[in-house]
């Protein structure tokens, strides 16, 4: 089984900033290659807001976070990272951590829509 805890979800203004982590665990865990953040509002669907590929550091980026979200990888602490800055009302959404074992360019693509292991979620509200 893998584990996936996330944090550091919470309320921001318009423009600030957040970092959520996310940290992995379980045996099953050591063999994902791919972690991603996505993201579900009420009444949308889910989306893929940022992944990587952690064999070989691809990263990929919807483009409504293109240039305001990065995601990094510290594999010492087994925790992928997404830093959100310039957060807009509409980045408000319950974010999930997710983990799998896929080849690496479906990982870094819109393709990649997760499965394998997911975390419980990390609410993240944007306040005008």
């Known amino acids: 089984q893998a584990q996936l805890e996330e944090s550091g979800g919470g309320s921001a203004q318009t423009g600030g900033s957040l970092r959520l982590s996310c940290v992995g665990s379980?045996?099953?865990?050591?063999?994902?290659?791919?972690m991603g953040w996505f993201r579900q509002a009420p009444g949308k669907a889910r989306e893929g807001v940022a992944k990587?590929?952690?064999?070989?550091?691809?990263?990929y980026y919807a483009d409504s976070v293109k240039g305001r979200f990065t995601i990094s990888q510290d594999d010492e602490q087994n925790t992928v990272t997404l830093q959100m800055h310039s957060l807009k009302p509409e980045d408000s959404a319950m974010y999930y951590c997710?983990?799998?074992?896929?080849?690496?360019?479906?990982?870094?693509?819109?393709?990649?829509?997760?499965?394998?292991?997911w975390g419980q979620g990390t609410q993240v509200t944007v306040s005008s």
């Open positions: 997710a983990a799998d074992q896929v080849l690496p360019y479906l990982c870094a693509s819109d393709r990649w829509i997760g499965g394998g292991y």
């Open positions: 379980g045996s099953a865990w050591y063999n994902t290659n791919c």
């Open positions: 990587i590929s952690t064999s070989d550091g691809r990263t």
